[in-house]
C-alpha cells in the first residue's frame, strides 16, 4: 500500500509560479513510476507529467518548457514546479503513483490561475 498526501496548491497569477509537492508513505520502494495528472471542470483527467524509476521524464505538450517534474527521494516526496502559468492550467491536480500494477492518487490539489 502507497499514500499519497499532496500539498502547495492555491491561487498564483498568470505569468507566476507554484510548485505542488507529493508526499509518500507505505511502501514507497515498491513504486517504479511517479505523475501528476489534473482535471478541469466539466474536462478529462489528463497528464502533465511522469516520472519513472530510471529517471526519465514526459511531459503533456500543454505544459511542456513550463512544468518541472523532480523527486527527492530523502523525503519520498515528488514535486511539481509549475512555471509561467497560464489560466487554463486551473484545475485540480493530483499526484500518481505506480506500484507494480497498483496505482495510487493523492487527495487532489486545487491551483487556480487568475488575476
Known amino acids: 500500500q502507497v499514500r499519497l498526501v499532496e500539498s502547495g496548491g492555491g491561487l498564483v497569477q498568470p505569468g507566476g509560479s507554484l510548485r505542488l509537492s507529493c508526499a509518500a508513505s507505505?511502501?514507497?520502494?515498491?513504486?517504479?513510476?511517479l505523475g501528476w495528472y489534473r482535471q478541469a471542470p466539466g474536462k478529462q483527467r489528463e497528464l502533465v507529467a511522469t516520472?519513472?524509476?530510471?529517471?526519465?521524464?514526459d511531459y503533456g505538450d500543454s505544459v511542456k518548457g513550463r512544468f518541472t517534474i523532480s523527486r527527492d527521494n530523502a523525503k519520498n516526496t515528488v514535486y511539481l514546479q509549475m512555471n509561467s502559468v497560464k489560466p487554463e492550467d486551473t484545475a485540480v491536480y493530483y499526484c500518481?503513483?505506480?506500484?507494480?500494477?497498483?496505482?495510487?492518487w493523492g487527495q487532489g490539489n486545487q491551483v487556480t490561475v487568475s488575476s
Open positions: 516520472l519513472i524509476s530510471d529517471g526519465r521524464t
Open positions: 500518481n503513483a505506480r506500484s507494480f500494477a497498483d496505482l495510487y
Open positions: 507505505g511502501s514507497v520502494f515498491t513504486i517504479n513510476l
